[in-house]
């Protein structure tokens, strides 16, 4: 690539972004942050509530305008959304009056794929998130786990090269969110797309990501971002490794230091 | 079929309550005719073609009135909720007009448009658009800002978003707005047609009033309420066929 706008993966320099509350008060979401994220990495973001690592991801996504500083992909800088950069949001947001093949065809239509050929693809990407058979079923008639499924699916078919997630399995069960960590992984393992995850559960992004990025409180920096590297191994069985336990604990400690300091009481 | 029997059942009780009533004379005739009676007149008035006929009139009037404010309803609702320039200066008019009961512009609108069709319809565009209008802003500024950053980063332009996301997520607002509004159609077009008009349903029950022909008169009374009915019937099975996909 000889055009300097362009970057592989993500690249996000001095980003600032604030906007006006109700009461017209400017309110500093997220200050000065800076973060690479390599091409093919999966990178996560933790913090306390309300730290703007979501903000950060709709940054990203093109949906918020940055204040300040810049966000650079492969397309060059980010100024709107792309389909180059899928996203899977919290509650699913898949279209409620689509069924699940016309919600994962939507993506596809407006890449340029019509016809059988897209049907074909769009079945092959329902297969992959195991909704085989409920192609013609509507959202509202799906379980939780089964709607992010779909999103994702739909997501996926798009074929972004960057993956933006949400909290994507925080409004699941814990049972299904384990298996939708698997699968994940398993996804990412296939795909190798990069994947920006946000989450507040420790665990989770240790299990799954490359790199952490731990949030403080409000205004949202970057604390400080630490290498995990759990996720080539095949299963859950690392939740139990010592070493696994250790980092889960450690970056929890981090985590823990910003939600304090978010109250305003010294760590005990 | 036994619940639909059972749903109607105090209707036919109290239509055999009104029989009696009246052919033992504790109602005067003079003052309400018998059910068969009103029977008899409307089989008659489905011959000789008059209630037909006056019906179209007054359904060509309704739809027309009703169509127009649709279309237009729906272009100021959802300007209104996309364009905060357009909001500031429509917005203080519809709330200024919303509370105005339609038919105080019966005698106003007349004098405009003339005592012709073109009056009635205006009339009933009028009555029927701020429910469209009401029902498009709100649906379409109540929609999910996820489901529309879902479509642009799926690759939808925000032109096409209008359409393919914002409409169909207001869809359940703009169906009850529509709901309002075709049942004010009902009543403007009858309300309009019994001042002044020489067809229609309302101009039928006038003259027939007028003209003490009374078993005919409940006859077309009753034909509105059933068309009503038949409207509004018709219009819950569309929604709930369009809404299909809500749980």
Known sequence: MSNPATVDGIAIEHLSFAYRSRTGAEVRALDDISLSVPNASFHALLGPSGCGKSTLLYCIGGFLPVTSGSIRTAKGVVTEPGPERGVVFQNFALF?????????????????????????????????????????????????????????????????????????????????????????????????????????????????????????????RIRQTIAAGFNQEADHGVFKRPAFTELVEHIWELVRAEVDQARGVQAV | MTRTMIRYAPLLILAALWEALTRLGIVPRSLLPPVSDVFAA????????????????????????????????????????????????????????????????????????????????????????????????????????????SARSLGARPREVVLEVMLPAALPQILTGLRTATAFAFLLMVASELIIANNGLGYLIGS??????YPAMYAAIFTVIALGFCADQAFAALSAHLLRWRA
């Open chain 1, 96 to 220: 409620p009056w689509k069924t699940v093949l016309q919600n994962v065809l939507y993506g596809l239509g407006k890449r340029g794929t019509k016809g059988e050929q897209a049907r074909q693809r769009a079945r092959s990407f329902i297969d992959l998130v195991h909704l085989t058979g409920f192609e013609d079923s509507f959202p509202s008639q799906l379980s939780g786990g089964m709607q992010q499924r779909a999103a994702l699916a739909r997501t996926l078919a798009a074929d972004p090269d960057i993956l933006l997630m949400d909290e994507p399995f925080g409004a699941l069960d814990a049972q299904t969110r384990r298996i939708m960590q698997e699968e994940l992984l398993a996804i990412w393992r296939q795909t190798r797309k990069t994947v920006v995850f946000v989450t507040h559960d420790v665990a989770e992004a240790v299990y799954l990501a490359d790199t952490i990025s731990v949030m403080s409180a409000r205004p949202g």
């Open chain 2, 42 to 149: 409307f089989v008659g008035m489905l011959r000789d073609g008059s209630l037909l006929s006056n019906a179209a009139e007054s359904f060509g009037r309704g739809a027309a009135g009703l169509a127009a404010a649709v279309l237009i309803g729906f272009l100021l609702g959802a300007g209104m909720a996309l364009r905060p320039r357009f909001h500031a200066v429509i917005g203080p008019l519809v709330q200024a007009f919303y509370p105005l009961p339609k038919t105080a512009l019966v005698p106003l609108v007349m004098i405009w448009f003339g005592l012709g069709d073109i009056g009635k319809i205006v009339l009933i565009f009028l009555g029927c658009l701020l429910p469209v209008t009401l029902g498009t802003y709100n649906g379409v500024r109540g929609v999910d800002r996820v489901l529309v950053w």
């Open chain 2, 208 to 213: 027939l009033g007028d003209n003490g022909a």
